[in-house]
């Protein structure tokens, strides 16, 4: 059997594969609420085989939006749609995940086909951001307010109340945004961070609202469902967070609940030269997981079944996380099987299309 069609059980969930499908923004809520749309998009990937569907980067706050057509669980009536998408891919044996998400100084956009740029609070759609500095990602940008204690206590907060929300909503698996520029991301990376309280300044300092976040998702959880971290693993810029400061991020968070760190990369300054190419941010998941013995997910343009089985093979991730590739092949996990000659399972009513071994 090849090792992606082999299961992986992480404390009391078994993925029935190590194929995942990534959070991907869908822009296409209203007040936060899932509908028709993420159903088919997330429903989809599940009838195709995923062994985890990850619902995309899930604001705990409305000021938490990258944008104001962003999903949301701010709210216990977001609740109840959401429960639909998770029982559907149960249903078709997938693991419903969640990506639980601030976007900090990086919300108050458009949407990208509305044109995506920063939106002024008082813009149509805009709010005031906010950020552990009073620095935009860009020159120019609408200047974020500069968290308060009692700001920073409100997301700690924010983040258990959207993880009690998911778990009545039916998700298995539960990740911390931690990556792409945001929030999280931003208090990590002394390049967005220039704090001179016990929140900025020193390595432990700059974590410390990752760790209470991480502790406070999993007492919401409980002890059988798993935890992960998605990090931008370095920001790509001089002076900045790096892959040293990723693995003795990761030690921590071996002890502190999490089971598996997604690992990606930049988003967080716009200097950022990334050296973009097939299979890129894969050393980043092989370092990690070599040097703190954590589980750590793949990803970043991996395109083929014997690419993700390589990665496995080498030892390089215990997960493979696949984004653009999900979004042209939902079926990405049957058409592997078929490739790497796996047996995996098909819906009664596509059986009658099933690709067969010569």
């Not at 059988?224 to 920001?235: E, H, M, N, Q, W």
Request: aromatic share 8%; hydrophobic share 40%; charged share 20%.
């Amino acid at each position: 059997m090849p090792l992606l069609f082999e299961p992986l059980t992480l404390r009391g969930i078994t993925l029935k594969n190590r194929i995942g499908t990534s959070p991907m923004c869908q822009y296409s809520s209203v007040d936060g609420f899932a509908n028709d749309w993420h159903l088919v998009h997330l429903g989809s990937r599940a009838v195709g085989g995923s062994g985890l569907v990850i619902c995309e980067a899930t604001a705990v706050s409305p000021e938490g939006r990258i944008t104001a057509d962003d999903l949301g669980i701010w709210k216990d009536s977001h609740i109840d749609f959401l429960s639909r998408i998770t029982r559907f891919m149960e249903d078709h044996g997938t693991v419903p995940g969640i990506q639980l998400a601030h976007a900090g100084r990086k919300a108050s956009h458009q949407s990208p086909w509305k044109g995506g740029q920063p939106l002024v609070p008082t813009a149509p759609g805009g709010w005031q951001t906010l950020a552990p500095s009073a620095a935009g990602f860009h020159p120019g940008d609408p200047t974020p307010a500069q968290m308060s204690l009692a700001d920073i206590q409100k997301v700690v907060e924010d983040f258990r109340a959207g993880a009690v929300r998911a778990v009545k909503a039916g998700f298995k698996v539960f990740e911390i945004h931690g990556a792409h520029g945001y929030l999280l991301h931003e208090f990590l990376s002394p390049l967005s961070n220039s704090r001179d309280d016990s929140y900025g300044g020193t390595f432990e300092n700059r974590v410390r609202i990752l760790r209470e976040i991480v502790a406070a998702v999993r007492e919401s959880i409980g002890e059988d469902l798993p935890l992960f971290v998605r990090i931008s693993a370095t920001d790509w810029v001089e002076g900045g967070w790096d892959l040293s400061d990723s693995v003795a991020l990761v030690k921590i968070l071996v002890s502190e609940g999490v089971d598996l760190v997604d690992c990606s990369s930049a988003g967080n300054d716009p200097r950022q030269q990334i050296a973009v190419g097939p299979l890129f941010q894969v050393p980043f998941a092989e370092a990690i997981r070599k040097q703190t013995g954590m589980p750590t997910a793949a990803v970043g343009l991996i395109q083929t079944a014997q690419e993700a089985e390589e990665i496995l093979a080498s030892g390089k991730a215990d997960l493979v996380l696949m984004a653009r590739q999900m979004l042209r092949d939902p079926y990405f996990p049957m058409h592997a099987a078929f490739e790497l000659g796996a047996s995996t399972h098909w819906p009664v009513q596509y059986e009658r299309a099933k690709l067969k071994h010569r």
